[in-house]
């Protein structure tokens, strides 16, 4: 393996790490809905039924309507999830 070298990643150029960051700083459920919802968005890419740059829009919406809790707990995580799979699904339909 040669030499390893880093740099700051461009997060224009890479949305869905902006996306995350902002995810992991709010905390609360903000990660499982992103999670579950880009899970949904890469499984519809895969399936041929979006487009791979579909995926970060899809993502944010997802995200965006997702109620917010800052303490959440376990239940909340999972709805988190579900409702944010169900939006990218919801999206799609429309």
């Keep these: 393996c040669g030499a390893l070298t880093f740099c700051e990643p461009d997060l224009d150029s890479f949305p869905c790490l902006a996306l995350a960051r902002s995810c992991a700083q709010k905390g609360g459920n ?3 809905a992103m ?3 880009n ?3 890469v499984a519809l890419f895969l399936d ?3 487009g791979f ?3 970060y829009e899809l993502v944010l919406n997802a995200v965006n309507t ?3 809790i800052s303490d959440p707990t376990l239940d909340e995580i999972l709805e988190a ?3 944010a799979r169900e939006s990218v ?3 799609i339909r429309n």
Aim: charged letters at 30%; proline letters at 4%; one cysteine or more.
């Design 48 to 50: 041929d039924q979006i």
């Design 89 to 91: 699904r919801s999206q």
């Design 35 to 37: 999670n579950g919802a």
């Design 53 to 55: 740059y579909d995926i």
């Design 81 to 83: 999830d579900r409702l």
């Design 30 to 32: 903000s990660c499982a």
């Design 66 to 68: 997702v109620p917010f």
């Design 39 to 41: 899970e949904e968005a």
